[in-house]
Every structure is written in structure tokens, then in C-alpha cells.
Antibody, heavy 120, light 111 residues
Framework: EVQLLESGGGLVQPGGSLRLSCAAS????????MSWVRQAPGKGLDWVSS????????YYADSVKGRFTVSTDKSKNTLYLQMNNLRDEDTAVYYC?????????????WGQGALVTVSS | QSALTQPPSASGSPGQSVTISCTGT?????????VSWYQQHPGKAPKLLIY???KRPSGVPDRFSGSKSGNTASLTVSGLQAEDETDYYC???????????FGTGTKVTVL
């Protein structure tokens, strides 16, 4: 059974940093692309970043480019999102998600989410 | 990276059908047969209902169906049940640098 478990959320001041983790199990980690999707309170889904299977290629939404960095640790089966220079508008629940087939716009499995609150 | 347009709300009586539209552009919905639909209950993660316009993952009832015409995709929920009352989001592939474009979301109410 595929399981994705996010951690690392919390309250941070504007301009601060936070690192989210997503521990994965139930599938061969290195063979799947992985993504982060966020949802601001009461709002819709918003793609943040993706990393290719094996981690060679990374992709970012314009709103986070230059501030967020996505990475993986194959030895720990874990996906990360390093978030720097956080802004009020980054406040959201952050989900990690994977497609069973990359490049098809589908996200088959989702974690339960981690809440990030940016506020002074 | 603009969001796809969905109506804010839709409703139907139990047993009836409701259809939700999702309008994009030739760069996303119209450019690929990679439209997905997600169901999200309050406080829960989204659940994949439809992928590649009209395919259902294992375990999703055939009451849920998808279609596409040009830049607009649609989700139809037939035989509405009380448990179908929640939020629905469409999604589309938008190219290598924009792999996931989501819709604005539609709240379905079962009257």
C-alpha cells in the first residue's frame, strides 16, 4: 500500500525558512516522480514543485521559483521541500503526491498534508 | 500558470445527475488528453476520480464520468448520493514546466 507522510509544518515568521519532509513507503521510491501541491485556507489546489524519478530534473511554479528547493534522499525514501524567504501568501496545507504515470497530469496518491503558517 | 475555470457551485437532488465544467486553454485542457478530476472532502487530501479525460482508477464508481470538447472538460456525477456532497477540482497537464494546472474548484450540494 502506498503511503506518504508529510512532516515539518509549523508557524514561521515572514522571511523565515522551513523544511517539509514526505516519507514514502509501499512503492519503489526511485522510479516515481514526486510533487508538492499546496492549498491555502479555503482556497483551491496550487501546484508548487515537482522532481523527476531519480531526482535529475526539478520544476517550480513561478510563485516559488528561487525561494523553494525540492529534493529527494533515496536512502531514506524521503521527499523534501526547503522553503526560504517565506511570505504570508505561502500559508497553506502542503501535500506531497505522486503519479503512477509521469507526464500525464494525474496525481494518484496524496499524503495527509502539513500545515505551514507564515505570520508575524 | 493560470487556474482552470470551474463554476463555484453545482447542485442536484438525490438520484439525479450533475455536470461540472472545467475551462482552460489550448496550452492545457485543449492541448492534451490529460485531464483529471479530484474529489476532496473537508479536511482530507484530494482523491483521484478521473484521469486521462475519462478513465477511472480502480475502486471509483462508474457513476463518475468525464469528457472533453476543445478547451473544456466536464465531470458528470450520475445517481447523486449524499456522500457526493463535497468539493471537486479538475486538473490538466500543461507541459513539462507546468505539469499540474488545477481548476478553481466546485462545491457540489445534494439537495
Amino acid at each position: 500500500e502506498v503511503q506518504l507522510l508529510e512532516s515539518g509544518g509549523g508557524l514561521v515568521q515572514p522571511g523565515g525558512s522551513l523544511r517539509l519532509s514526505c516519507a514514502a513507503s509501499g512503492f519503489t521510491f526511485s522510479t516515481y516522480a514526486m510533487s508538492w501541491v499546496r492549498q491555502a485556507p479555503g482556497k483551491g489546489l496550487d501546484w508548487v514543485s515537482s522532481i523527476s524519478a531519480g531526482g535529475r530534473s526539478t520544476y517550480y511554479a513561478d510563485s516559488v521559483k528561487g525561494r523553494f528547493t525540492v529534493s529527494t534522499d533515496k536512502s531514506k525514501n524521503t521527499l523534501y521541500l526547503q522553503m526560504n524567504n517565506l511570505r504570508d501568501e505561502d500559508t497553506a496545507v502542503y501535500y506531497c503526491a505522486i503519479p503512477t504515470v509521469a507526464g500525464t497530469g494525474r496525481l494518484d496518491y496524496w499524503g495527509q498534508g502539513a500545515l505551514v503558517t507564515v505570520s508575524s | 500558470q493560470s487556474a482552470l475555470t470551474q463554476p463555484p457551485s453545482a447542485s442536484g437532488s438525490p438520484g439525479q445527475s450533475v455536470t461540472i465544467s472545467c475551462t482552460g486553454t489550448s496550452s492545457d485542457v485543449g492541448g492534451y488528453n490529460y485531464v483529471s478530476w479530484y474529489q476532496q472532502h473537508p479536511g482530507k487530501a484530494p482523491k483521484l476520480l478521473i484521469y486521462e479525460v475519462n478513465k477511472r482508477p480502480s475502486g471509483v464508481p462508474d457513476r463518475f464520468s468525464g469528457s472533453k470538447s476543445g478547451n473544456t472538460a466536464s465531470l458528470t456525477v450520475s445517481g447523486l448520493q449524499a456522500e457526493d456532497e463535497t468539493d471537486y477540482y479538475c486538473g490538466s497537464y500543461g507541459g513539462t514546466n507546468n505539469p499540474y494546472v488545477f481548476g478553481t474548484g466546485t462545491k457540489v450540494t445534494v439537495l
